[in-house]
């Protein structure tokens, strides 16, 4: 009985050390996804003031409709690419919070990990 008992506390010990540094990895990676975001949209907004500037500037309005063009092509272009990257991000903060686990259900299962 005491063996169940060690044993007992021994699953629980794995378990809620699994679970912090489960945690701890998705903080992390939601912590670098947001500074992504912030970093994006500050770049966004510097953009988008200086085709503004730009747009005033044009001395026709064929011009002012071709910085136009230009820019939003771009900007679609990067938000395609930033919403790319953060998918990305948030797949590999999944992973890093499973990591933990592996071994865990990997004797559950009976099952070895990769």
Same mark, same amino acid.
């Given at each position: 009985m005491i063996k169940d008992f060690d044993q007992f506390q021994t699953i629980g010990k794995?378990?809620? +050390?699994a679970t912090v540094a489960s945690a701890t990895a998705l903080t992390k990676g939601f912590q670098e996804i947001a500074? /992504? *975001?912030a970093d994006?949209?500050? $770049?966004?907004? /510097?953009d988008s003031t200086a *085709? *503004? /500037? $730009?747009?005033?500037? %044009?001395?026709? *309005?064929? $011009?002012?409709l071709e910085v136009q063009t230009d820019f939003? $092509? @771009?900007a679609y272009e990067a938000y395609v690419g930033q919403m790319t990257k953060i998918g990305e991000m948030y797949m590999n903060a999944a992973k890093e919070a499973y990591k933990p686990? +592996? @071994?865990?259900? %990997?004797?559950f299962t009976g099952k070895p990990t990769k």
């Open positions: 794995d378990n809620f +050390e500074t /992504e *975001v994006f949209s500050r $770049k966004s907004f /510097e *085709v *503004v /500037e $730009k747009a005033f500037a %044009a001395k026709s *309005v064929d $011009k002012a939003a $092509k @771009g686990f +592996e @071994g865990q259900f %990997a004797q």
